[in-house]
């Protein structure tokens, strides 16, 4: 098997966990777990339901430079991971194998989800991970509209008048431009 990356160079098995073997490249650091690795690595874990690792629906959330699967040659997918990782991880829609670049399962593990690693693919997680950019670009946007400083107050002030019971009445005195004349 060849290095998705390097492409000329060959992948060496590492273990980079207790019980979890990668082929790993000398050059670039990478590594590529097998869907069966994987799941056997979570079994002798006893603690997470494992995926198949045969062919599953999967959306394809972006494309960028083509990298080939070292095992079946097909094309990787890239998964964005979210909660606040710049990375994207590489997945093959053929036989579930997953390629990881330098760094990126210390990272994982740094940040507790290398044994949710199944789950970054699903559409769930997917969109999860959609709508956490939404929201963050929304925050931004309304940090520049009023000020960060602004934007913190009527956000609390926001979450008192939804549990207030009176509301409405509230709003109305808001909007009154003169509330206090008759």
């Known amino acids: 098997m060849f290095c998705p990356v390097c492409r000329n160079v060959e992948l060496s098995k590492r ?3 207790p ?10 650091r990478g590594r ?6 994987y799941n056997n690595w ?10 198949p690792s045969k062919k599953i629906k999967m959306s394809i959330p972006e494309f960028e430079l083509a990298r080939l699967c070292p095992e079946c040659r097909r094309i990787l997918v890239k998964y964005k991971v979210g909660q606040n990782i710049p990375f994207l991880i590489d ?5 579930a194998g997953i390629w990881l670049d330098k760094g990126e399962w210390e990272t994982l593990k740094r940040r507790n989800l290398h044994e949710d690693l199944h789950e970054i693919f699903t559409d769930y997680w997917q969109e999860e991970v959609k709508k956490g950019e939404t929201r963050a670009h ?8 009023f000020g960060k400083d ?7 002030f926001k979450e008192w008048m ?13 909007r009154d431009p003169n509330p206090l004349q008759f």
Request: hydrophobic fraction near 35%; aromatic fraction near 8%; proline fraction near 0%.
């Open 15 to 17: 273990e980079i966990e």
């Open 19 to 28: 019980n979890l073997w990668a082929s790993a490249c000398e050059n670039c």
């Open 32 to 37: 590529w777990l097998t869907s069966i690795d």
């Open 42 to 51: 979570l079994k002798s874990r006893e603690n997470l339901a494992v995926i």
């Open 91 to 95: 997945r093959c829609g053929n036989c």
């Open 138 to 145: 929304l925050t931004k946007m309304y940090e520049e509209k």
């Open 150 to 156: 602004d934007y913190a107050k009527i956000v609390k």
């Open 162 to 174: 939804e549990n207030h019971d009176k509301e409405d009445e509230i709003l109305a005195y808001i």
